[in-house]
Every structure is written in structure tokens, then in C-alpha cells.
């Protein structure tokens, strides 16, 4: 086989292994049935125990790219042995660096897009709310894309920027899959800066 064949095999290899691990974020929570609890992409949520529990199923999806990663790279190695080297050596690149690129989130990189502190985060604002310490007599947090703000009194209630939810993106699915291939689930903006004393 000649180089362009070759290399065509490999990219298509790099692509299915950097593909394969993301199936679950980028489809399992994407059908309408799957969020009738949330507004529509791109608006703000509001927080609910089911937008906590949709953070938890993207956190356990992203984690569980680990698997799917292994099978790939198992795959690769089969390919690699039997089949089309340029192929299966597509596959072992894409999958282990899918797996080393999550990994150093345990050695003091970005950490993943959705977090278990994350959720923690949620729950409390929507504790605070309801408690004594609430921002005004009628507070509905909702999350922005900066951060969680009341939207009645629009206080600033969490400096989180707001990671993609699974929600059904309104920029069609092709453009809403390679968006979401290059950013990972991770949020377009930072966080809102802290006000520092001299704009308070
Ligand atoms: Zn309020």
C-alpha cells in the first residue's frame, strides 16, 4: 500500500479512536425525552436536583470514556497484529492520548468538565436559597454562562462558568459534535472575575 493509503488509514484509525471514547457525552443525553426538565440550549438553566443529577450522569460518561478507550486500543492492537498497522496504529494514538490527556487532571491540570465539587456547588447555592441567607424573598438561581445568578434580584450567587449540560445544542448537531470534539464538554468562557474593591 502506498503512503496516501497509508495515512489514510491512520487518520481514520486517530479519528474512530478519538471519537469512540466520547460516544456517551456527546449523544446519550441529547434526545428531546432527556430534557423536558431543562430550558432549551442556549439559555440559562435553572438549578434543580435534576440539573445536579444531570452534572453526576456527564461526570460518570466522562470518566467512563476510560473503558471505552481500553476497547479501542484493544482493537488497535488487534489491527496493529493482524490487520492494518497504519490502522490500528490510528486507533492506539488517538485512544491513549484521550486517556493520558484525562489522567493529568489528577496531576494538577484542568480538571474534568464536570466535577463532583461541581455538583457539591450546586446543591449548596440551592440550599443557601431556601435558607435564611437567601438574596431576596423569591430567589431562582439559575445558571449562566459565567456564573450562577439570581433572576429575580440578580445577585451573583457562584462564580461558575457553565460547562455543557447534554442538552440538545441549537447549532445542528454536525456543528454541535465538532464543538463539542474540540472543547470536551469544557465551558467557552471563565468564570466572572471577582469584583475587586474598586468596582464594589
Ligand atoms: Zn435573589
Redesign the pocket.
Known amino acids: 500500500m502506498g503512503l496516501v493509503g497509508t495515512m489514510f488509514l491512520f487518520a481514520l484509525g486517530a479519528i474512530i479512536g478519538h471519537v469512540s471514547p466520547r460516544l456517551p457525552t456527546l449523544f446519550m443525553t441529547r434526545p428531546k425525552g432527556f430534557n423536558i426538565r431543562f430550558s432549551s440550549h442556549p439559555d440559562p438553566v435553572e438549578l434543580s436536583p435534576y440539573l445536579t443529577q444531570r452534572v453526576l450522569h456527564l461526570r460518570t460518561f466522562y470518566w467512563s470514556s476510560f473503558l471505552l478507550a481500553g476497547i479501542v486500543m484493544f482493537f488497535g492492537g488487534v489491527s496493529l497484529r493482524w490487520g492494518s498497522a497504519g490502522f490500528g496504529f490510528g486507533l492506539w494514538v488517538a485512544s491513549s492520548w484521550t486517556i493520558l490527556s484525562r489522567l493529568q487532571a489528577f496531576l494538577g491540570g484542568r480538571p474534568a468538565p464536570w466535577t463532583h465539587a461541581m455538583a457539591v456547588e450546586l446543591q449548596s447555592v440551592m440550599d443557601a436559597s431556601r435558607s435564611e441567607i437567601?438574596?431576596?424573598s423569591?430567589?431562582?438561581p439559575v445558571w449562566q454562562q459565567q456564573c450562577i445568578q439570581?433572576s429575580?434580584?440578580k445577585?451573583v450567587l457562584s462564580r461558575i462558568a457553565r460547562p455543557d449540560l447534554g442538552r440538545k445544542r441549537s447549532d445542528g448537531w454536525v456543528a454541535a459534535t465538532l464543538r463539542l470534539l474540540i472543547t470536551d464538554g469544557h465551558p467557552f468562557t471563565d468564570p466572572l472575575p471577582e469584583l475587586t474593591l474598586e468596582q464594589e
Do not use: D, G
Open positions: 437567601r438574596c431576596c423569591h430567589p431562582v439570581c429575580s434580584c445577585a
